[in-house]
């Protein structure tokens, strides 16, 4: 898997994000999205976002449409028409479904407030995390946003504003949980 500016563990693809390259969308077309669900029902999203640039989710196609119709620059979307329901043995019930490549990027931490510890990878690279339940973004670096990927540890962040919009939407399968914002305007 490659991005525009690299890897998914390029500092490149981490920090600037970027397009998928378009051998990868191509390869991305030979594959099967396989979910292996608790119970038998429909989510607009499969496999939330985590800190890795490989871990990407599955939105439908109605999460997929309210999320252009309000940014059409905020994700790059690849419909993914093979997709499989390994427990129940059929086709994922609720598509078609689009992998989700979040393309903004934002460098929105507290670091006063927020615990980033450096990790060292058994390559010998490093990546950061958070330590601790204390997390604050700082509101001047999120006043004009949605959803963006940190910079420093990678952490998918949302406003209110999103979060509002997605269920409005109905949106099933994604949940939220607070942090705070700082007031350093």
């Not at 058994?122 to 959803?147: E, K, M, P, Q, W």
């Not at 997605?166 to 949980?177: L, M, N, P």
Request: aromatic content about 10%; hydrophobic content about 35%.
């Amino acid at each position: 898997m490659k991005y525009e500016h690299g890897g998914p563990d390029s500092c490149g693809a981490e920090v600037k994000g970027g397009r998928f390259t378009d051998q990868t969308r191509a390869e991305f077309l030979k594959l099967w999205c396989v979910s292996r669900p608790k119970a038998e029902r429909t989510f607009d999203v499969i496999k939330p976002f985590g800190e890795s640039l490989k871990a990407i989710p599955l939105f439908s196609e109605r999460l997929k449409d309210a999320l252009e119709a309000v940014d059409p620059a905020l994700f790059e979307f690849v419909r993914m028409d093979r997709t499989w329901d390994d427990v129940h043995k059929t086709p994922i019930s609720g598509g078609p479904f689009y992998l989700a490549n979040l393309l903004a990027r934002r460098d929105c931490w507290d670091q006063g407030r927020t615990r980033i510890v450096p990790q060292k990878r058994g390559d010998g690279s490093y990546f950061n995390t958070i330590s601790g339940s204390g997390r604050a973004v700082l509101r001047s670096r999120v006043t004009d946003a949605l959803i963006w990927r940190d910079t420093l540890t990678k952490t998918v962040v949302c406003t209110d504003a999103f979060k509002g919009m997605v269920e409005i939407v109905g949106c099933k399968g994604w949940w939220f949980r607070e942090i705070a914002v700082t007031d350093d305007r």
